[in-house]
Each structure stands twice: as structure tokens, then as C-alpha cells.
């Protein structure tokens, strides 16, 4: 059983009818203890990092989230829930996250770019990620965010991308996967990670 953990701000209907397509039963839960029970936990997000926590805080879900990693289960986070697993973000100020990786979170400051990095864009794959088994080199993933995660040790990045910046596009360390793109909006490849994640 996969749980998508519902804080208000998650574009859960097409994350859930997507992991159903590649495979998984799905449970769309604000719950703790649905969280506790999970086999696997997906946290998608759109919108702002510090309202997300605001969010998760108010319904009793940071700890569960927590515990759970903490288990060696795993953890999928979808655009905003990459980021939310980062120590901190500068967005709207200085707020904490989930503190699951050191790092931060902070805005792309290209002039010459538009801001919001929205559209299709390609991975520079970096080692052997479950969850990009299969992908090619180079394959395009639909994006839109304003902000990117800079990890305090690289190492737990499985692709980069390019915009102005290189940023991680997919993080992979332990059971902690997340993708700054949105694989329920990237057609065929994106069903595939989701697969690789519903194998794992």
C-alpha cells in the first residue's frame, strides 16, 4: 500500500491515478497512523515551501513522516516534497523542513531566464538510482518551480538539469527518493519512475 499524503496543497488526484496506472494501490491520507502503516509514502506538493509546512505541522504529520523514514521504507517526494526534505528554504523568508538531508532550498536568480522554470527539460544522470532504472540519458521531464534544493552533500544527487544553474532534478540517498519534476505530467517516461518506484 502506498500512502499520498494529503496536506491541502498536492496535486493528488493525478499523483494517485498515476501510481494506480503504474501498478500501485493507493491511499489518499491526512492520517498519522495511515502514514505509520504505509508500505510506501509519496509527499507530491504545489505551492509554497513555508505554507506546506504550516500545513503538515497543523495536521500532525511531520513526525509520522519522520518515524517513517526512519524505518528504511520508501519515501517519494514530487516537485515541492523534494524540496520540503531539505533542512531549510528561503522562500517567504527563512522556514524549516522536513530536515531529512542537509541542504537548503533557494531561488533561481537568472536574469535573462523566465522565472517560474516551467516546461520539458532533460536529466544528466549521475550513478545508479532505482528509481531512473530504465531511463535514458538526456530524456525530457516536465517542470515548474521558482526555487531548487542545494544539497549539503552532493552525493545524494541522481540527475541534474540545467536552467540558468545546474540543480538536482532527482535526489536518491537510501530510501529517500525525490524528483524536482513532476513524472505525472512527463507521459511515459514519468509512469516509468513511478513503476521503479512501485517495484522497489
Known sequence: MIVVVDYGMGNLRSVSKALEKAGARVKVSSIP??????????????????DAMAELKSRRLIEPIKEFTGKGKPFLGLCLGLQLIFSKSEEGGISKGLGLLKGKVVKFRSKRLKIPHMGWNQLDIKGNCPLLKGIPEGSYFYFVHSYYAAPADKRCVAAWTGYGVKFPSVVCSGNIYATQFHPEKSQELGLKILRNFVKL
Open 33 to 50: 497512523r495511515d502514514i505509520s502503516r504505509a508500505d510506501k509514502l509519496v509527499v507530491p506538493g504545489v505551492g509554497a515551501f513555508k
